[in-house]
């Protein structure tokens, strides 16, 4: 298949019935979200067969994320094919119920195609980077307006080792591989948001400490050498065991916004597997995690957007990853497995509509 053009994407809108949105980026959902717009995370299979999965998605958000269809294993199953059709149809469906939509994500060390291991010069890895940027910020510039440019760059524990982490494009190009990635998804589409993406950015302890300091330093180094960034995304994978850093995290944004650079809480959920087995107890800390963390965070700031990484405790990650030794299924999500509001859903809701008040 020959890459797709803008113009033929914007026909594929057109065949959905879909306004391609030529004038403005934020849909009209955007512009009357009621306090901090909301992202969902989309999983393409649940999207594909459960019409309740989508009707919660029309019915809570203003912002949607394909969750893996954005990625280099989705989108580049050969070296010299772009394949967008199913990133498409969540894309089209976001802009059919007028809601935005964030782009995750243009640089990982996972989740890539097997044939970019087989990279072997830092000329090469730069080409296929830069064409890869080029191709799918190009793709989708009239309708994504925020992008995760580079995800989790910052090594899982710098004190041990260095600040970044390791893969293929730091093998290739070194702490390059950012700038490379800023500056070309900035040539290809001015008007974007590029967020730097990371997790375990608001715990307390030196690791958290160092990923703070390793993030600022990043989002530094590119404004030294005037590449924008414009936010941080704060994945916010949250451990229930784990406590915040409220100074730390406070400092972090307090340097961030002095940098001109805005906070986005991009992957919501919450890791239950030692938490009480009792279901009413077990959602009430849930949502007391949540809680605890998005007064860290609205005490500093209101963010700029808060997305959850899925919607229902039917499909998370967090089931394959954090599987609880008592055999319960998780309850990482703000709806419940038959999609009915758990406390987590109104914690969120909560501190969204009181940040519009204030
Ligand atoms: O939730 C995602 C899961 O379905 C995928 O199999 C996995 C690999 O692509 O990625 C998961 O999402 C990750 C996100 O892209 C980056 N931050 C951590 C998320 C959870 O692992």
């Not at 009707?55 to 772009?82: C, E, G, Y």
């Not at 890791?271 to 849930?286: A, F």
Request: charged residues 25%.
């Amino acid at each position: 298949m020959e890459p797709l053009t803008r113009r033929s994407v914007l026909a594929g809108f057109a065949a959905f019935g879909i306004n391609s949105g030529l004038g403005s980026k934020l849909s009209p959902a955007m512009a009357q979200a009621r306090g901090t717009p909301y992202g969902i995370a989309v999983e393409l299979k649940p999207f594909r067969t459960d019409p309740q999965y989508r009707q919660a998605l029309i019915d809570h958000a203003d912002i949607l994320v394909p969750m893996n269809m954005l990625k280099w294993a989705s989108l580049r199953h050969t070296k010299d094919q772009f394949d967008f059709a199913r990133a498409d149809e969540i894309i089209a469906f976001a802009r059919k119920h007028g809601k935005s939509v964030r782009g995750h994500n243009l640089l990982w060390y996972g989740y890539n195609p097997k044939w970019v291991d087989a990279i072997s010069s830092r000329r090469e890895a730069e080409r296929v980077l830069v064409d890869h940027i080029e191709q799918v910020v190009d793709h989708y510039r009239e309708v994504v307006p925020s992008w995760d440019v580079v995800n989790e760059v910052v090594a899982h524990n710098p004190l041990k080792g260095g600040n970044w982490r390791d893969g293929i494009w730091l093998k290739h190009l070194g702490p390059d591989h950012v700038a490379i990635a800023f500056r070309t998804a900035a040539k290809t589409d001015p008007s974007a948001q590029l967020v730097i993406n990371d997790y375990d950015l608001a715990n307390s302890g030196l690791r958290f400490d160092a990923r703070r300091s390793a993030i600022l330093g990043i989002v530094r180094k590119l404004q030294d050498q005037n590449i924008p960034v414009h936010g941080v995304g704060m994945q916010a994978h949250l451990y229930a065991e784990r406590g915040f850093d409220r100074d730390g995290v406070a400092q972090f944004i307090q340097k961030l916004s002095k940098l001109g650079v805005n906070i986005l809480i991009t992957e919501l959920d919450v890791i239950d597997w030692r938490l009480s087995k009792n279901t009413v107890r077990r959602d009430m800390g849930v949502a007391n995690v949540v809680a605890e963390f998005l007064d860290v965070i609205y005490s500093t700031t209101e963010p700029q957007s808060i997305t959850s990484w899925g919607i229902t405790d039917r499909y998370s990650w967090i089931s394959d990853v954090f599987k609880r030794k008592d055999g319960a299924p998780n309850r990482p999500l703000p709806l419940d497995r038959n999609y009915q509001k758990k406390p987590m859903f109104d914690v969120i809701e909560n501190y969204r509509k009181a940040a519009q008040k204030s």
